[in-house]
């Protein structure tokens, strides 16, 4: 007889004294949302009577992808190969955003036993236990082949269920401080160079009670931050009847929970509205941190891509954060070499990101996606001058990063530890996002005054104060 202690996602701690017990191991791709799907699902197979493994010893590997670019797709087709020379015994199971777009793709490849669209993954625990969902579950495959229903896809517009729990940073996965909790999924806008809205269907939200309930189980747990994130965050609650609107739920988690700090993923740049703003910058209780998607700095890239504002209405919209919040980290996403971005649109991109008071950047390369309008647009940048955009944008963005850094130099930040550990520091992050290196050994998860003493590389360096 084994014994063996794991702890879930949702933070609850399960004991097995049985060795027998079917196992599973789940890896993730991509974004927040996936991870969030991911930790949702591992609430299923515990559910199921799953005890957790690592994949070399799983009965059932599941594999959560992303198809947000080309490389993706690769890293997961890379990831499925690799599982199956390891482990050839085991069920891998294929769900996510990659098994919606291209299942029979999927399907093909050796070892894999079950492809799940995204429209079927609350039923991949009970899938991968050999219980076929009944027509009456709230869906009827469109795909059944001969292969005994290994593809359960359907269509993703048609379904409204949220798969929501608690999943925490790869990187502090031993301390599990600041959970993540995904709130809303899918995306009603159509940018012509996006397949998530075709992955993952229409906007759909979280019923506030249920934010609650997550929110005030994970401050029972002990949690001191939580991340609220979506795939399109910013119109939280607008599905409802009648609609209802994201400042309004953080209204609602500040009035009837305690958590001590609410931390704001991504939020398109039109919903950081004129309500939302004043909220982050009076309330101790949300970070100091905006994150808004930019993409590109010209117009006429902007109308290209189908974006629903234009730069001076984003510009607007950081310039008023920084004016209300000064010492708010502000973050953005942007695309290079989008087809049709010449020297001219590049140009507009840097300059307009060189004006405004960005504390740091996430700069992709634009890859095509099958089925976007994107990839059948004229003029499409070749990809060795979209690295170089890459590069110039990256250098910028580390610079502004560092004078935003530099600017806290002998000041006093508010800072949670993580479980980030060398010798003699601790990791932490401050309230407006920023790396932090404390002086000596503190246990994570906790609220610190800190003195910054000095830049790092790439955060800041200081001492616990109190």
């Known amino acids: 007889m084994v014994r063996c202690t794991y702890r879930l996602t949702s933070a609850a701690k399960v004991t097995c004294y049985d060795n027998t017990v079917p196992r599973f191991y789940i890896e993730n791709f991509g974004c927040r949302a996936t991870q969030a799907d991911g930790a949702a699902i591992e609430r299923q197979f515990v559910q199921q009577g799953f005890a957790p493994a690592q994949a070399a010893d799983a009965d059932v590997v599941v594999l959560n992808t992303c198809t947000v670019t080309a490389s993706a797709d690769q890293d997961a087709r890379a990831v499925i190969r690799r599982i199956h020379r390891q482990n050839p015994d085991c069920k891998i199971v294929v769900t996510g955003c990659y098994a919606q777009r291209a299942p029979e793709e999927l399907a093909a490849l050796p070892g894999v036993t ?62 599990r401080t600041r959970p993540n909790l995904k709130i809303q999924d899918g995306c009603n806008n159509r940018c012509s160079f996006c397949v998530i809205p075709f992955v993952r269907g229409q906007s759909r939200s979280l019923h506030a009670d249920d934010v609650l309930r997550e929110v005030e189980a994970l401050e029972s747990a002990g949690y001191r931050e939580i991340v609220l994130s979506g795939i399109n965050l910013g119109r939280w609650g607008r599905d409802f009847s009648p609609p209802s609107r994201f400042e309004d739920l953080l209204q609602l988690v500040l009035e009837h929970t305690a958590i001590e700090k609410i931390r704001i993923s991504s939020v398109e740049p039109m919903d950081w509205t004129d309500t939302l703003i004043p909220l982050l910058a009076t309330s101790p209780r949300i970070a100091k941190h905006a994150h808004l998607p930019l993409q590109s700095g010209s117009d006429r890239i902007l109308r290209r891509m189908h974006r629903r504002y234009r730069p001076w209405h984003y510009a607007e919209r950081v310039l008023t954060i920084r004016e209300s919040i000064p010492d708010a980290a502000i973050g953005a996403d942007v695309m290079v070499g989008f087809p049709g971005e010449d020297e001219a649109a590049f140009e507009e991109t840097r300059s307009f990101i060189e004006q405004l008071p960005f504390t740091y950047l996430h700069v992709f390369t634009y890859s095509s996606r099958p089925g976007t309008p994107s990839a059948t647009m004229p003029d499409q940048v070749p990809v060795r001058i979209a690295r170089e955009r890459n590069r110039v944008l990256r250098e910028l963005a580390a610079e502004k990063n560092r004078a935003f850094r530099g600017r806290f130099v002998g000041r006093t930040l508010q800072a949670i530890t993580l479980s980030e550990q060398s010798s003699d520091s601790t990791g932490a992050l401050t309230d407006n996002y920023i790396k932090l290196r404390i002086r000596g050994l503190h246990s994570a998860n906790q609220w610190r005054r800190v003195e910054i003493e000095k830049l790092s590389d790439h955060g800041l360096e200081g001492q616990v104060l109190c």
């Open 114 to 175: 079950s492809v799940i669209g995204n429209s079927h993954k609350q039923h991949v625990a009970a899938v991968a236990a050999g219980i076929l969902p009944a027509a009456d579950s709230g869906f009827v495959p469109l795909q059944s082949l001969d292969r005994g229903d290994r593809l359960l896809i359907d269509d993703i517009f048609a379904h409204t269920e949220l798969l929501a729990a608690p999943v925490f940073e790869a990187s502090d996965h031993a301390g």
